[in-house]
């Protein structure tokens, strides 16, 4: 009986979510004719060049936010104490802003700096944006970790960059994956911040969407869409086989 | 030394929204409310928020009703197939919006408020799912039994007994779908059609080519304003929880 108030929402996600992409399947070979050429095309340098520079924007986001993101909940995890509780809040509060309108706010600064429409103000957004997706799965890693280990370390000997290496750092490989997972996948297909911020930086997101909203080729966006989701899937299977399942 | 990167981190953070709403009171360095009088005034503006707020109402409605349905289904009754709940969170929401698009497109079904409204309700019962239930599995289902062996049937029990336990995960959910909705940009624009505009492809028409105004600032801050009230109540029920 109980199972029939699932159907409802199954059917919906059918129909409005599983269903169209599908169709971006069948869109991508051709339809309506059946060929296969939009693959073809879209391996081509043109292609490559966007696929090229995505992934490097999207790797030096990642990075970056890395860099930055783990002395910080390092911080708030194992030595805030009192300002913890504040801390965290102001971590949590940037997912409740739209990224258009923090997109804008530091667009406001780049200006004031003269470095509108530069590849290092889309790093700069960039990082800016995706920054607290970072930090937060590295601080629930964090969290967890277990304070006497530590002290163990040092109580046999070994100086702190010692610890950090053999007991910190390994404990909070969980907390690294989904970092980079929840950083690196979205950046990867970014429209908002290149678009604003970089001018003629071309990325896997803003060819989107000129492909569909410009010159409504569907048939190439297609493909180009496919490739990427296939990117995407292929790191995440490859995570999963890794980690048993995604914790989010 | 730390702590000095700590804090210089969050300032970078905080500075630049904090500087956007210091610029929305200020004309040529004096005090003014006059942006703001301007955003009120603006007809474009108005309507447009008229769109996301009435947008964001109803996709909260419905996502919050099918998603907790189906939380409560896989939780009560062994379902196969859960992850068809998770895929929606995990792929890129512009791939999402391009694949609205075309089902649209190839249906010739009219673009405007209802294909917008479809796909944010498709969005938001995902994240309704996961949030519901999680709040669920925290309790036990000996108290159902309980009502149940008490005499009440299947249906008086998921409204007396299921519903009340799971009320805070559902407005919890409830919040974090209007937010969704609300500041939705990317998968609005795939899936609208001429006439309909909200408040984020309004501040994007405007934003996009680089310029900076104050009204446009004053615009952010009473978007943010709304966001953090959200987020206000959001964290109140989060540590009522705890």
Known sequence: MKKISAYPGIIYLIVFFYLPLLIVIVYSFGFPNFKFDYYIEISKPLYFKVFLNSFILAGITTISCFLLAYPLAYYIALRAQKWKNLLLILLILPFWMSLLLRTYAIMNILNTFGLMFTFTAVVIGMVYDYLPFMVLPLYASLEKLKKSQIEASYVLGANPWKTFFKITLPQSKSGIIAGVILVFIPSLGEFVVPAMLGGTYVTIGTITWDLFLRYHDWWRGSALSMLYMAIIFIALAFYMRKEGKIEI | ?242
């Open chain 2, 1 to 242: 030394m730390m702590q000095i990167f700590v804090l210089i981190v969050f300032t970078i953070l905080y500075a630049p929204i904090v500087l956007v709403i210091i610029s929305s009171f200020f004309d040529a360095g004096n005090f003014t409310l006059k942006w703001f009088e301007d955003v009120f005034q603006d007809e474009k503006i108005l309507k447009a928020f008229y769109n996301s707020i009435t947008l964001a109402i109803l996709s909260t409605l419905f996502s919050v009703i099918l998603g907790t349905a189906s939380a409560y289904a896989f939780l009560r009754s062994k379902m196969k197939f859960e992850s068809l709940f998770y895929t929606p969170i995990i792929i890129p929401e512009i791939t999402e919006a391009l694949s609205l698009l075309l089902f649209y497109k190839f249906l010739s079904f009219p673009l405007g408020f209802f294909s917008v409204l479809l796909g944010h309700i498709a969005f938001n019962i995902a994240f309704v799912f996961v949030i519901v239930k999680a709040r669920l599995s925290g309790y036990e289902k000996s108290i159902e039994e309980v009502s149940l062996t008490l005499g009440a049937n299947e249906v008086q029990t998921f409204f007396r007994v299921t519903i009340p336990i799971a009320m805070p995960g559902i407005v919890a959910a409830s919040l974090i779908a209007f937010t969704l909705s609300w500041d939705n940009f990317i998968k609005t624009v795939f899936t609208t059609g001429p006439g309909f505009q909200t408040l984020p492809l309004l501040i994007w028409s405007q934003a996009a080519r680089g310029v900076v105004s104050p009204s446009l600032s004053a615009l952010t801050t009473l978007m943010l304003l709304i966001s953090m009230i959200l987020a206000y109540f959001y964290v109140r029920i989060s540590i009522k929880r705890e």
